[in-house]
């Protein structure tokens, strides 16, 4: 008896060690907003080039929640984000109209590119129309590999196809393939079936397991990819931070944030192209 | 052969270089998971002995479903638990999602159902040996629990060490409720899927290997603990 007595004064004092080792620098008081945003602004490396530049100004922390554009936007329904930074303007469009968003601000742009085996089975290389690159994949049945997973990138895919006057959906399965995750897991799943696949420009060059993969076609107009950045309202939820938000907008899209994007780099090339400054 | 040479080197190269981002995410990983566990095994070893030892309608169904649950997916805890704590849910006010006490609750979750499980097969055993001992002492119901629970401790300890491995392991769930957010939720697990997506493999695996080393470490550290306990109390 006085032995178990003995081990139940043990426990108290386990416990108390292991809630010191997990339980301490928990405290959440820190001044931040949580922003919701696509993989390819952070698996390229931009915002953890700029966020520290407008955390160091103001002393907001910007928390950012790395997902598709269509899981971005749903999170940002749920009010579970301040500020929406995502790449597909008619859902953009959508958001502010059904009231969750407060204004859509064009941030900055880039371009999608088709990339693909270097042996190019479907011959496209440098062809300028990138909806006919797409049409003489589908003749030739050259494996490609789609998102699949709502996000802007993939919505822009689904329109170049509609361009194209092809439906991929009915070969789901053979030469066309949905991976249904990310931009990097997508082009992971490229590289491996050395399929063809559509890209945001700042995701492909900044990534690492290219195996044979080459760039293949780019500069059609329609490729044009723009990011915009929405307050979340806080008519529909009001815990949103709403001052520290519109702080962050304001610097994004204001000299000091357009400036910061226009200066990053990937391999020495400019990747994402500011929209409110002229050079 | 050639990623796997770079992932060693990578490995090697950030634990001697104590890299800050590394040592960050290792010690977040850690926080998170033995705080699961802590509070996993608080639920989960009453639980089981509990179930062990009571007889009640549909004990036998439960038994199944407590077992079945040890395969829980974690994608759906995940789901489930981001649907509860999302400010749309009904958990919402709390403003728990995309934090470190949003990852606690999931790998609770599922690690709650490996320690309830494995402790009520360990105690279903330990009782059949101390029955009629127990009987004969007039034990009731509750001091058999925690009599059986004591004895029982150094073969538990593997229940709640299969509980760790669940959770340190993990990814599906502390991804959707966590967020992957650096500096405030980026753990091991979620590193190497955000490294594996940017096509640094080499770095990914290199992580890979520290995270099954971490894992390793702890397995070790409790057995040694037990060890001694053992020699100690005989």
């Not at chain 1, 160091?56 to 598709?68: P, Q």
């Not at chain 1, 559509?198 to 990534?207: E, M, Y």
Request: some cysteine; hydrophobic content about 50%.
């Amino acid at each position: 008896m006085r032995q178990t007595l003995k081990h139940l004064m043990t426990l108290p004092t386990l416990l108390a060690g292991i809630m010191m080792i997990t339980g301490s620098g928990w405290a959440d008081e820190d001044r931040y907003i949580t922003v919701a945003s696509t993989t390819s602004t952070e698996n390229s490396g931009l915002l953890a080039e700029v966020l520290p530049k407008f955390t160091a100004e103001t002393g907001i922390e910007v928390r950012v929640i790395a997902l598709g554009t269509g899981q971005a936007i749903r999170v940002a329904r749920n009010g579970d984000a301040d500020v929406l930074l995502v790449h597909h303007t008619p859902s953009e469009e959508q958001f502010v109209a059904d009231g969750f968003g407060v204004k859509r601000y064009p941030v900055m742009h880039n371009d999608f590119v088709i990339v693909g085996p270097s042996s190019d089975p479907a011959g496209i290389n440098e062809m300028a129309n990138a909806a006919l690159a797409l049409a003489r994949i589908a003749e030739t049945k050259a494996a490609f590999a789609s998102r699949g997973d709502d996000s802007g990138t993939h919505k822009k895919e689904l329109s170049m196809w509609q361009a194209a006057e092809i439906n991929p959906a009915g070969a789901s399965g053979t030469w066309y393939r949905e991976t249904g995750s990310g931009m990097g897991a997508t082009l992971n799943a490229a590289s491996g079936m050395n399929a063809y696949a559509l890209s945001d420009r700042a995701t492909w060059v900044r990534f690492g397991n290219k195996g044979d993969l080459v760039l293949h076609v780019e500069g059609d107009r329609r490729l044009f990819n723009p990011y915009g950045v929405i307050l979340v309202n806080a008519e529909k939820h009001p815990h949103v931070k709403s001052d520290d938000g519109q702080k962050f907008i304001d610097w994004l899209v204001g000299e000091p944030g357009q400036n910061a994007i226009a200066a990053y780099r990937i391999q020495g090339q400019p990747a994402f192209f500011p929209d409110m400054i002229v050079e | 052969m050639a990623d796997f040479q770079t992932a060693l080197l990578t490995a090697i190269e950030l634990v001697i270089r104590l890299d800050p981002d590394l040592m960050e995410i290792v010690w977040l990983s850690l926080r998170i998971s033995l705080l699961a566990v802590l509070f996993a095994a608080l639920i989960g070893l009453p639980l089981g002995a509990a179930i062990a030892l009571w007889r009640f309608p549909g004990r036998r169904v439960l038994i199944v479903l407590l077992n079945a649950a040890m395969g829980l997916p974690p994608v759906v805890v995940g789901l489930v638990v981001y649907l509860l704590l999302s400010r749309a849910g009904p958990l919402g006010h709390a403003g728990l999602l995309f934090t470190p006490t949003a990852m606690v609750i999931a790998q609770c979750i599922l690690v709650i159902p490996i320690i309830a499980a494995l402790t009520r097969q360990t105690v279903t055993d330990l009782h059949e040996e101390y029955d009629e001992y127990l009987r004969s002492i007039g034990c009731g119901a509750l001091r058999s629990i925690s009599t059986l629970l004591w004895d029982g401790r150094f073969r538990l300890l593997t229940a709640i060490l299969a509980g760790f491995g669940r959770a340190i392991a993990e990814v599906g769930a502390v991804l959707i409720v966590g967020g992957n957010i650096q500096h405030v939720t980026r753990v091991m697990t979620t590193t190497i899927a955000l490294e594996t997506s940017k096509g640094n493999l080499a770095l990914a695996l290199g992580l890979g290997l520290i995270l099954i080393t971490l894992a390793v470490a702890v397995n070790a550290t409790a057995t040694a603990v037990s060890d001694t306990a053992r020699r100690h109390h005989g």
